[in-house]
Antibody
């Protein structure tokens, strides 16, 4: 069974750093891209970026380029989303998702990580 | 930049057919997909590559894509189909684009 299991909820202060994780199992991790998606409270889905698990080739949405860093540790089948300096506006639910093999769609999603940043 | 536009809300009576549209410039020239998101849950892929259904998705969900509009159709809508629905497509410069979402109400 394909699973993406994300790290738990985080409560941080503005200016702090944070790295959240997404561990894949039940499939060949290095054969797929992993994407990150933001959902602010009461709002829609926003694509942040994609990383190819085999070679760490990364693509960012122009809206998030320079704001976050996406990485992967294929030895433990885990992708990461990192902030060096959080802002209150980063408060949101963050999802990781596996990109399908034949096109740009996401066929499996993690359970989400809620990040709350206080100012 | 490439954008996808959805109606904010759609209402349907139980057992009837719901249609949710997604508009974008020459959207029919690229693949579209659809996600269902129930309150408090992660999104679920219900249609990919315009009209393909993933394993486990009921046959009442179907999709089409032509011209500037992709459409998600739910036949025989059930109360459990009440959710937010998002379209998504690929763009050569921004890679992944989501529509703003449509709240489907079954009443």
């Amino acid at each position: 069974e394909v699973q993406l299991v994300q790290s738990g909820a985080e409560v941080k202060k503005a200016g702090e750093s944070l790295k959240i994780s997404c561990k894949g199992s039940g499939y060949s991790f290095t054969s797929y891209w992993i994407g990150w998606v933001r959902q602010m409270p009461g709002k829609g889905l926003e694509w942040m970026g994609l990383i190819y698990s085999r070679d760490s080739d990364t693509r960012y949405s122009p809206s998030f380029q320079g704001q976050v860093t996406i990485s992967v540790d294929k030895s433990i089948s885990t992708a990461y989303l990192h902030w060096s300096s959080l802002k209150a506006s980063d408060t949101a639910m963050y999802y990781c998702a596996r990109r399908g093999t034949t096109s740009y769609y996401f066929d499996y999603w993690g359970q989400g990580t809620l990040v709350t940043v206080s100012s | 930049s490439f954008e996808l536009t959805q109606p904010p809300s759609v209402s349907v009576s139980p057992g009837q057919t719901a249609s949710i549209t997604c508009s974008g410039d020459k959207l029919g020239d690229r693949y579209a997909c659809w996600y269902q998101q129930r309150p408090g849950q992660s999104p679920v892929l219900v249609i990919y590559q315009d009209s393909e259904r993933p394993s486990g998705i009921p046959e009442r969900f179907s999709g089409s894509n032509s011209g500037n509009t992709a459409t998600l159709t739910i036949s025989g809508t059930q109360a459990m189909d009440e959710a937010d629905y998002y379209c998504q497509a690929w763009d050569s410069s921004t890679y992944v684009v989501f529509g703003g979402g449509t709240k489907l109400t079954v009443l």
